[in-house]
């Protein structure tokens, strides 16, 4: 094959992969069903974002990272989609695939629970349920700052494992 047929070929197996993801992305119908008591003794990561929002766009392949980094040490990412039109949130997933939980909250309840200022915005939970940072907006400078953020929490709850013992 010539290189132009193997860099098409290439292109075509990478968008099956992205579609596939965006198709198995499991979507909760309802915002009610978003409950961070079942996750205990993880570090949750709650993050809002919307399908015309560009920097989450940004966001997305770093919390995928996080999830697939952190998944197997008790760190849990759901993102929560504010579009009115879950048709929005599909494209978007299509386009951008995300690997974790997303929870579809059209009416914006749960965003106004937890008083969202913009888009993307993000908010950290400790193994105990308790707030430890809310970050606004998206910026690439900050990823590592964000990931010591989490690996500091999962260091936390893993050496506090009789509190907390570890479920998956």
């Not at 047929?5 to 198709?23: D, E, G, K, S």
Request: glycine share 6%; net charge neutral.
């Amino acid at each position: 094959m010539n290189r132009a047929v193997t860099h098409q070929l290439r292109l075509f197996q990478i968008n099956l992969v992205m579609i596939a993801c965006a198709l198995l992305t499991p979507i909760t119908q309802a915002a009610n069903d978003l409950h961070l008591d079942r996750f205990p003794g993880k570090v949750v990561l709650v993050d809002f974002w919307a399908s015309w929002c560009v920097p989450c766009r940004q966001s997305f392949p770093w919390l995928n990272a996080m999830q697939a980094k952190y998944a197997d040490h008790g760190l849990v990412v759901i993102g929560v989609n504010v579009d009115r039109e879950q048709a929005d949130a599909q494209r978007f997933l299509r386009e951008v695939p995300a690997g974790f939980e997303i929870v579809y909250d059209p009416t914006g309840s749960l965003a106004a629970q937890y008083e969202v200022p913009g888009m993307p915005c993000s908010y950290v939970f400790d193994p105990d349920g308790k707030l430890i940072g809310r970050h606004i907006g998206f910026r690439n400078a900050s990823r590592a700052e964000r990931e010591a953020e989490i690996e500091k929490l999962l260091s936390a709850a893993k050496n506090d494992t009789r509190a907390h013992p570890q479920t998956n």
